[in-house]
C-alpha cells in the first residue's frame, strides 16, 4: 500500500455523539477556524484549504500545526475493551452524551442519572457476544462504542453497534474513525457472525458516508424513529455483511481495503501481507511499476515501516464492483522534515485479495510551513 509515504496526522474526519441500542450519530457545529495567517490555511500539497465533514454535513477547516496544541497520533491513544472497574468512568462519559446531545440517543439523561452503578458495570461486562470499547487518552477515557450479539437461537448471526460517542474535545483528530475501525476488525472474526448492523439519523449525511466507507449499506428508513422535546427524527437503518462468518473481510472490496489500511497504519507488515494476493503488483501513474510479488510487496512495506511518524488518513472511499478509490493524506518523514502527501489509491479486488493497487501522489508539504 501507498508507495513512499506516511506519520501521525490529524485525522480530518471524526465522529461523536452517539446513540441508544444500535448506533446513531449526530454532530455538533463546529464552525471554521479562522487561520491566523494565509500559510496557516494550506493544509494540503498545492495550497488549497482541506476541508472536513463536521456537525449536521456543515464543513469546517482543519489546520495542521507543528506546535502549540498537541497533535493526534494513534501513539497517543490506547483502545481497548472495557471492565467492571471502569464502571464509574463509563457512567461519567455516558451521561456527558446524555446530557450534551439529548438527540443522538434513544435513552435520557434522567433515565440514566438515576440508575445505579451497578447497572453500568453490568454494561460494560465484557463477553464473547457484547463488549464496550474505550478509547484511552492517558488515563483518561475519552471515547466509546459497544457491541452486542443477538440472542435468539434464530438471529445469533447478526448483532448490532451501538453508543459510539467521542469527548468534543477529542473530535476532529481522527479518533473516532480508529475507534470504529477497531470495533470492525473484531466484529469481522467473531465466529458465525454474518451481519452487524447500525442506525444513524438520516440528517447527519457525514455520518452515513463514515459508516458507508466501512462497508455499511442502508437497508431501511424509518420516519419519526426518535421523538426529542416535541420533534421527530427520521433514522437510516444500516447493515454491513461479513462474508462466510469467520472470514471477516471475505470478498468484501470495502472490507479488504479498510483492513491493509489499518494493516499501514499500524505498520504490520504480516498483516498487510494477508490482504494482498501472492502475485500483486503495484504502480504509480501512469503504471509505473513499483512492485510485484509478496516478495518486493514484503521488502517495500519493511522499509516504509521503519518511520515512526508513518500514517494514513482516508478521507473518501468509492467503491464501484471489485475495484475501490480511497483519497488520503498520508503523513510522513520527508529529508526537509515532517510533512504530509495527498494520495489517491486505486484498488483492484478478486477472491477477498488486493491483485492491484494505483497509486496518483500529489505534492508533499511540510508541516513547519503552516506554523
Wanted: charged share 25%; hydrophobic share 40%.
Amino acid at each position: 500500500m501507498r508507495p513512499s509515504t506516511g506519520a501521525p496526522l490529524r485525522r480530518c474526519t471524526d465522529f461523536g455523539r452517539h446513540w441508544r441500542n444500535t448506533v446513531g450519530m449526530t454532530f455538533e457545529r463546529r464552525p471554521p477556524r479562522r487561520p491566523s495567517s494565509p500559510r496557516r490555511k494550506r493544509c494540503r500539497a498545492g495550497g488549497a484549504p482541506y476541508k472536513r465533514p463536521c456537525g449536521g454535513g456543515e464543513l469546517g477547516e482543519v489546520v495542521l500545526t507543528s506546535g502549540g496544541e498537541r497533535p493526534f497520533s494513534p501513539k497517543m491513544i490506547s483502545i481497548r475493551p472495557l471492565s467492571r472497574d471502569d464502571a464509574e468512568a463509563y457512567r461519567q462519559i455516558r451521561l456527558g452524551g446524555l446530557e450534551e446531545s439529548p438527540t443522538a440517543f434513544g435513552s435520557s439523561y434522567a433515565q440514566e442519572a438515576a440508575r445505579p452503578m451497578e447497572f453500568f458495570a453490568d454494561r460494560v461486562s465484557a463477553n464473547d457476544d457484547k463488549w464496550v470499547l474505550g478509547s484511552f487518552d492517558g488515563n483518561s477515557l475519552v471515547g466509546v462504542i459497544g457491541f452486542v450479539r443477538n440472542s435468539g437461537e434464530k438471529e445469533r448471526h447478526k448483532g448490532f453497534v451501538w453508543g459510539f460517542y467521542v469527548l468534543p474535545v477529542h473530535r476532529g483528530k481522527g479518533l473516532g474513525r480508529l475507534l470504529f475501525s477497531e470495533m470492525m476488525k473484531r466484529v469481522d472474526v467473531v465466529p458465525g457472525l454474518r451481519a452487524v448492523q447500525l442506525s444513524v439519523v438520516a440528517s447527519k449525511l457525514a455520518a452515513v458516508k463514515l459508516y458507508e466507507a466501512f462497508g455499511f449499506s442502508i437497508y431501511g428508513t424509518e420516519a419519526e424513529a426518535l421523538c426529542v422535546d416535541g420533534a421527530f427524527h427520521t433514522e437510516y437503518h444500516m447493515v454491513r455483511r461479513i462474508a462466510g462468518g469467520l472470514q471477516g473481510a471475505g470478498a468484501d472490496p470495502a472490507a479488504i481495503v479498510q483492513r491493509q489500511l489499518d494493516a499501514f497504519n499500524a505498520r504490520d507488515v504480516n498483516e498487510i501481507s494477508e490482504t494482498y494476493a501472492a502475485n500483486a503488483e503495484q504502480f504509480g501513474h501512469p503504471l509505473k511499476p513499483l512492485a510485484a510479488g509478496m516478495t518486493q510487496l514484503r521488502e517495500g512495506w519493511t522499509q516504509r515501516f521503519g518511520d515512526k511518524y508513518l500514517h494514513a488518513t482516508l478521507l473518501h472511499r468509492t467503491v464501484i464492483g471489485a475495484t475501490v478509490i480511497d483519497s488520503e493524506i498520508v503523513t510522513r518523514t520527508f529529508a526537509e522534515g515532517i510533512g504530509t502527501v495527498k494520495i489517491v489509491g486505486i484498488y483492484d479486488t478478486k477472491n477477498g485479495k488486493i491483485q492491484r493497487a494505483q497509486f496518483i501522489v500529489g505534492e508533499s508539504e511540510m508541516l513547519n510551513a503552516m506554523a
